[in-house]
């Protein structure tokens, strides 16, 4: 997928909600998948902590089986 400056594989963002009722949400990209190689089309994750993901990406790698990935924010 093109984002308009680079080629992406799948983005992690960060939803938060608005201040008042009613208002706009904002989105915060933590991470950008980008090299098709070591890692893209991530899927399932989860926290480990307050501010730590942990996830798998179906492709990337030494051997293109996925890649494990953790990330602090």
């Known amino acids: 997928m093109w984002n308009g400056t680079a080629f992406v594989n799948g983005t992690i963002y960060q939803l938060d909600p608005p201040a008042v009722a009613a208002g706009t ?28 993901l942990l996830g798998v990406t179906g492709y990337g790698g030494a051997l293109f089986e996925g890649t494990v990935y953790e990330l602090t924010y």
Not at 29 to 50: C, K
């Open 25 to 52: 949400w904002s989105e915060t990209v933590l991470y950008l998948f980008s090299d098709p190689v070591i890692e893209s089309q991530p899927g399932a994750m989860l926290t480990a902590g307050s501010n730590t």
